[in-house]
């Protein structure tokens, strides 16, 4: 008997250790689910990210990258000469006359070819027919010169001034026509380096540098007449001849407009152009004195 209740005795002490185990196990459980459950409406409330005054949030910054404006592109159609091209602006074709340059005619039906303006143009088109190029104006010049071609300077996708780049090659020359614009100092400076060089027209073996102002473009109030040009030059004392004028009715020299003053061998044939034949481009200045560099 009593061995029975020793016995009961223990499975009441197992059972109780079982309760009292399974107890703590469940106090265990309930304690985590509740921390469990109070730490999700913090981790909710952190991605919330609310705003507090004086502290800044961590936010993903958008960098807005700076919109750069493309240049207006205009297609070239074709090259006039080597100071002049021929572009299409909204669907209409324009006549574009480079700024701060003249290159030697070829293209004036009044006049013949002159030197080198064969290989101005050629270069240029090579450069420039077909290309989209940017044009831009020089406001202390007029938009249109008086033949209604704007007046432009031309740059190329490489960034490369064109107007530029004719003079510093030899090309063309340097024309400042009434007022200066914007890159003269520039345009004088690579026609002083080209010369030296003896680049393109002012090789000897090309033209020599004998180039003049073209009819077309020298200024009105520049152009006087011949009988002035004549009363001019006589009235002029600074003006040493080497020679007089020829007699008007001389026959010892043909009319040759083409012929440049370094073609020339006197001064009387160099009166005889400008005075009987009316050859004025031997006189760029207008001062009746033709080809300087004979009658001076």
Do not use: H
């Amino acid at each position: 008997m009593d061995s029975f209740f020793n016995i009961l005795k223990q499975r009441k002490n197992i059972t109780f250790l079982i309760v009292f185990i399974l107890s703590i196990i469940l106090i265990s459980f309930s304690s985590y689910s509740k921390e469990v459950k109070t730490q999700q409406p913090q981790n909710e409330t952190n991605n919330s990210k609310p705003e507090v005054k004086g502290i800044s949030t961590t936010e993903t910054k958008v960098v807005q990258v700076p919109q750069i404006n493309k240049p207006q592109l205009y297609k070239v159609i074709r090259v006039i000469d080597g100071d002049t091209v021929n572009v299409e602006i909204d669907g209409k074709e324009e006549s574009v006359r480079l700024i701060g340059i003249d290159s030697p005619e070829t293209k004036d039906p009044r006049k013949p070819v002159q030197c080198f303006g064969n290989e101005a143009s050629t270069k240029l088109s090579g450069i420039l027919n077909g290309k989209q190029v940017e044009l831009i104006s020089d406001e202390t010049q007029d938009d249109k010169d008086k033949y209604g071609r704007l007046l432009r300077y031309i740059f190329v996708e490489d960034g490369t001034n064109i107007n530029k780049f004719m003079v510093e090659e030899g090309y063309a020359f340097e024309y400042t026509y009434n007022v200066p614009y914007k890159y003269m100092d520039e345009f004088k400076q690579v026609e002083l380096v080209a010369r030296e060089k003896q680049l393109g027209l002012w090789a000897e073996d090309n033209c020599n540098g004998q180039l003049e102002i073209k009819e077309e473009e020298k200024p009105v109030e520049s152009t006087i007449s011949q009988t002035e040009s004549q009363q001019n030059a006589t009235s002029n004392s600074q003006v040493n001849f080497t020679t007089p004028p020829p007699d008007q009715s001389s026959s010892a020299y043909t009319c040759n407009c083409a012929k440049t003053c370094g073609q020339m061998v006197t001064c009387d044939e160099a009166y005889y152009q400008l005075n009987n034949c009316g050859c004025y481009k031997r006189d760029a200045d207008s001062d009746g004195v033709p080809c300087e560099s004979l009658c001076r």
